[in-house]
């Protein structure tokens, strides 16, 4: 049986300067596409699955230019609405050695964000679909979204489909306080929560002991109790949290851990030198929902979803663009990075 993964939300004009110079240094800008659930549909169909984004693009060619950048990876796009006056776009300065990363966002009056439920008939596009996957960061846009997810996460388990959602707050969109009541709503129908080490504490007020992401100081078994605590709260039938230590902008340590079954899985720790962050917790989401759909057990699918994620911080863009065979190698031991001939 192939299955169908339907993933919905923003994709956005990516503007960087080249390499790590600064906003107020850079004459040139380097244009790229992306957005989490898109971010996450590319990698699926890097992987051989069926997968279809859905938003909402303005109907001029910047609009055209992320619909093509979707369809060149084999996403399809049928269901993309046409409609509104502008593309979101954020701005990307790479961080260096102990200088952060930085992102602006330029995102208001989105088409998706000035969306309206009549756009998107949930029935019809969840149709034959094995699984519905969102962000916290599309409801986080406003506007007529988080009713718009609601009815899609209604839909898809009247259906059967299961549902996943990243968490993925962003203060810079909302409050604590929204981001808690809306998602506490739309999580009453999700069956795998995925955040990583800050969200369940500024979404729920779930926090890890003895942890500090900031300074890269993780309390792993803190985490095991605040996958229990968010599995009791909402049901959910597996919790996964991305584990990032945090050395410094360029070097990071990247794990992982699961929760399925009343047990907690963790992955090995890869030791990371970063060439492009943005879009690793995508590609763990990916990552995750390949291993599940193909019938992986709670080790197998942890590990295939942190090697997943450790491979897309070698990778410019928002994209993760490795194989599930890259993958594999990965999660498998081959670690060395040697030439292969």
């Known amino acids: 049986m192939e299955h169908k993964v339907i993933t919905f939300g923003e994709i956005m004009l990516r503007l960087a300067p080249h390499g790590y110079y600064r906003f107020v240094q850079t004459h040139d800008w380097e244009a790229t596409f992306g957005g989490g659930e898109a971010n996450v549909s590319v990698s699926l169909a890097n992987f051989g699955i069926n997968t279809q984004f859905v938003t909402k693009l303005p109907e001029h060619e910047i609009g055209q230019c992320a619909l093509n950048a979707l369809r ?56 034959g679909a ?44 909302w409050s604590k306080e929204q981001a808690g009541k809306t998602m506490a709503e739309l999580c009453r129908y999700v069956d795998i929560c995925i955040a990583n080490e800050e969200d369940a504490a500024d979404v729920f007020g779930i926090h890890a002991e003895n942890t500090d992401a900031a300074s890269g100081a993780l309390n792993y078994a803190g985490y095991e109790s605040v ?26 340590g990247w794990s992982a851990m699961l929760y399925s079954g009343g047990a907690c899985y963790f992955s090995k720790k890869y030791d990371i030198h970063i060439v492009d962050r943005v879009g690793g917790g995508d590609s763990f989401c ?56």
């Open 286 to 341: 990916a990552g995750l929902i390949y291993a599940c759909l193909n019938g992986y057990d709670e080790q197998q699918s942890i590990e295939f979803a942190a090697a997943a994620s450790c491979l897309k911080h070698s990778i410019e863009g928002d994209f993760n663009l490795v194989t599930a065979q890259e993958v594999h190698a990965l999660a498998g031991g081959d670690a060395s990075g040697r030439v292969q001939r």
């Open 130 to 173: 094995s699984w519905f996957h969102f962000t916290g960061i599309t409801p986080a846009l406003g506007g007529a979204l988080p009713a718009i997810c609601l009815e899609a996460c209604r839909t898809a388990k009247e259906l059967g489909v299961t549902v996943s959602c990243d968490l993925n707050y962003r203060k810079k969109l």
């Open 227 to 252: 996958v229990k605590e968010l599995a009791a709260r909402f049901g959910f039938q597996k919790v996964a949290v991305t584990l990032r230590q945090s050395r410094s902008a360029n070097d990071n």
């Open 72 to 127: 060149r990876y084999g996403v399809d796009t049928s269901h993309i609405v046409r409609g509104g006056t502008r593309l979101g776009v954020y701005y990307l300065e790479k961080g260096a050695s102990q200088r952060p990363s930085k992102v602006i966002y330029d995102r208001a009056h989105s088409a998706i964000a000035e969306a309206n439920a009549a756009d998107f008939n949930w029935k019809e596009i969840l149709a």
